[in-house]
């Protein structure tokens, strides 16, 4: 049984985020910057995070001329355009929050590359006519120039480069998003998984286990913000399907010489490649096997790092005799049908938010403000 100083003072909250990845703890610090004395905490399964978070590629991007292109065709253009803006919304916050040096951010710009004609690059004018109002200069440019420079493979048929692209570390990142959520009063408790939720109109009740004990928590809101895992814990018609996709990636040793700079996409951004501190990342490879990847499971297969490495030898590294790769991981995506996140109220009281479609560095902290507004108080 519980003391009495458990349940109200240790068990009991204004909001409850459930999932300490970019998407949860925006949430808490947007909250908490709004209301200062309410009680705030966010409960994270992992002893360290545990999500996409900590294992994606470090991309702070708006979406690749070929991207952007494809959304057009998918959602229209109007959507398609405020989808970017609520990407660079999103960025705007991030670095407003964080600045640069602590989150390792390089504003070098990103590339697109392609190894074949693609119809995206007779778009390029009508795209950037698009995004006029947002970027206020031409957002995409023709830098076939740039292949020699970056010592890319003579495949590359065409370069697309934006200087309103960078790349950052994702797990400095983190840290300083939990610092400053800390900083505003937010309580982070890791180690603890929710393992239900129950909601009426007035209060959500739901256990969470940690290692020593479960405890009942007492709240007024939750945000449910574990990715592709918030079918575990709620489900409502008011949830668009959630698709789960992983992202296997791979880090080479230190190259000498490397002039790759910024970020790169290619294949509509099923690949992604980078420097990182004189290596180079590369991730994607998930269109080979879509319905393999279509996983929660955080192992990296095989197949997918054979490619990624045919890929890095063939077109990243064309002249490089022999790469040692350091490091390997994979982790979670959550995408919808029509690539538009989501911030829904799934139940009274609880609102789920996913659906970065691969972007959760630009759009995280736009959800948490969304959050935030539609929390009660
Ligand atoms: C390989 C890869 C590369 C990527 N590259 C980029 C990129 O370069 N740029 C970009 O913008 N985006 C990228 N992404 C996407 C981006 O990482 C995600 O969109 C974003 O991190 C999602 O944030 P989130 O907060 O929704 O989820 P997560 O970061 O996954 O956070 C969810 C958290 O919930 C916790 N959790 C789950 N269940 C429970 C529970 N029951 N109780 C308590 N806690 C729980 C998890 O441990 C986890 O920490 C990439 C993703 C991957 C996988």
Redesign the pocket.
């Known amino acids: 049984m519980r003391s009495y100083w458990d349940t109200t003072a240790w068990q009991a909250y204004d909001l409850v985020v ?8 925006s949430t808490a610090i947007s909250y908490a910057e709004r209301h200062p004395d309410h009680r705030v905490v966010v ?4 002893h360290v ?13 708006f979406g690749s001329l070929s991207e952007i292109a494809h959304d057009i065709d998918l959602m229209g253009v109007d959507a398609a355009h405020d989808l970017v803006r609520m990407r660079l919304d999103g960025l705007r916050i991030l670095m407003q929050r964080c600045g640069t040096e602590s989150i390792a951010y390089n504003h070098d710009g990103g590339s697109e590359i392609f190894l074949e004609d693609h119809p995206a690059l007779r778009r390029i004018d009508d795209v950037n006519a698009v995004l006029r109002d947002i970027i206020n200069e031409n957002a995409f440019q023709q830098r076939n120039d740039l292949r020699a420079a970056y010592g890319l493979s003579h495949d590359v048929v065409a370069l697309i480069h934006t200087s309103h692209e960078g790349t950052l570390h ?1 797990g400095k990142m983190l840290r300083r998003l939990w610092k400053l959520a800390a900083e505003r009063g937010v309580e982070i408790r890791t180690g ?4 239900s939720i129950t909601s009426n109109n007035s209060s959500v009740r739901m256990q ?1 286990a940690s290692v020593q004990q479960t405890v009942d928590i007492v709240c007024s809101n939750v945000v449910v ?3 592709a ?1 918030i079918p ?2 709620v489900q409502s018609p008011a949830i668009p399907p959630i698709l789960p996709g ?4 791979l880090v080479t040793e230190p190259i000498p010489g490397l002039s790759l700079r910024g ?1 790169f996409h290619m294949d509509e951004g099923y690949y ?1 490649f980078r420097e990182l501190d004189g290596r180079v990342l590369l ?1 994607g490879g998930r269109n080979i096997d879509i319905d393999g990847e279509a996983t929660l499971s955080h192992d990296t297969t095989q197949r997918i790092q054979d490619v990624l490495e045919h890929v890095l030898r063939t077109v990243i590294l064309p002249h490089q005799p022999s790469i040692n790769i350091e490091h390997r ?6 995408f919808t049908e029509n690539k538009q996140p989501v911030v829904a109220v799934a139940e009274p009281r609880v609102i789920v ?2 659906g ?9 902290s736009a959800l948490g403000e969304q959050c935030a507004d539609l929390l009660h108080t």
């Open positions: 459930i999932g300490g990845g970019i998407i949860g703890i409960l994270e399964r992992g995070p545990f999500g996409a978070t900590t294992r994606n590629a470090g991309f702070a991007c994702s603890s998984t929710v393992t969470c913000a574990t990715n895992m575990s814990l992983r992202g296997q990636v970020s992604y991730g991981w994979a982790g979670t995506m959550a938010a996913f970065c479609n691969g972007m959760g560095i630009a759009l995280g």
